[in-house]
């Protein structure tokens, strides 16, 4: 691929890739479809409606709406306009979507009508933010706004430089980070993707992913625009919705928990697969027994690659050749992965940090430069904090985290902001938070705590729900244990490598 294909504003890269007009981009389960003309003229309004609320070139517009057609054009219209797109997760508490506010001071938010940042006070504490709402079946102050608008824009010249997007990443200390990924980087990835996984002028994406998360919005959405195709769009995934979508859509990505999902349904057969040429995995860890019993059913090897929010995708199993279970493939074309310990690069089978570089790369956090220079090495590798090797073959193995993070279901959850809450109930002593094994969420949260008021009082329950009051649901402890003491080395840190290997089965015994 040229160098600079991608060095220019990510719209205009997809706008040069857009087929004939009435070729259909979106169809959703309610009848609605949207083709690449309508897409053109809608993202124009939008945009409009953007400009029309004072958003400017590098204006954050803060978003947390259902998942919907309209949500990708307004994402779109963001890229016209030059602003930044700040998706958020549905799931999130007042007191969460607070910080969030502070942090990336939108000049625009865009909610369902029903979230929760809905019940903040934009009257007075957040009076210089605008609030407009958008909701299922094109409802919503912000639609009425836009239909009023004109169908012409002309899109924001860029070098790729400039920001796209800022996601959000929890970070060790509790406090998310917003990592902000340009143009270019989203860009680059994109074309490379649509490139490594064959896409082609026939190929129709089933989307039943998040897109306030980078697997629904980057992986997917880009890859179908810069191939100039379209996808199903599911507004969750329902796995009898699924199952029916299949025949008519030739390339699946998802999580592993989509994947034993399907294994649980008679109905998902060979002959239910028979049109789709790919499945892909990813945001989790593919269980080798999923991957292997896949095959077995349907006679399909799911695709697995690996990326995090700050880079989009780093590595895959290839298209054609060999997809290993238990390994996250091969460095795409343009990016490098080393494998390093104490400042050394380790040779064939040596595990180690797994650092990155390449255009796909972000260029640091959000209104937080101390901890962008701790994350970049000096010849400009990005420490992604995850522990693996690499096999004589180049392919690539996870085998943890060096940050304790832990990917439940594709949503990134740090211990440590589960922790700071558990050690606030009354009663808790102290509180150690794990990822396990999980069949169905790529791993399981689960708590171990000691308490000073004994095994008679203590209600796990009680605890959980009350932590999602507080807490997104996916970050909750599907489980909480009562011991008698954390297990600690001889500087005092918690082994929770020990834990994990106490608890590691719980999710995976039959029940």
Known sequence: MESNIWKKNLYQLFSENFPEKDHIFIQSTGGQSINYRELEKFTAQFSNALVNKGVKQGDRVLVQTKKSPEVVILYLACLRVGAIFVPLNTGYTESELTYFLDDAKPRLVVCDPNSNISNLDFQSEFSSISLETLGAHRSGT????????????????????????????????????????????????????????GFNPEDILLHALPVFHAHGLFVAINTVLVNGTGMVFLPTFDVHEVIREMPRVTVMMGVPTFYTRLLEEDLFTDDSTKNIRLFISGSAPLLAETHNEFYDRVGHSILERYGMTETAMNTSNPLNGDRIPGSVGLALPGIDVRIVTDGKELDIGGTGNIEVRGPNVFSGYWRNPEKTAQEFCDDGYFRTGDIGYKDKNGYIFIVGRAKDLIISGGYNVYPKEVEVCLDEFNGIRESAVIGVPHKDFGEGVVAVVTSDNGKETFNSKKIISKLKEELAAYKVPKAIYLVDEIPRNVMGKVEKNKLRDIYKDIFLKDT
Do not use: V
């Not at 800022?166 to 860009?187: E, F, Q, R, V």
């Open 142 to 197: 912000f639609i009425k706004l836009a239909e009023r608008q004109s169908e012409e824009y002309i899109t924001f010249e860029s070098d790729g430089n400039d920001i796209a997007c800022i996601l959000y990443t929890s970070g060790t200390t509790g406090k998310p980070k917003g990592a902000m990924l340009s143009h270019a980087n989203l860009g680059s990835n994109a074309c490379t993707l649509k490139k490594e996984w």
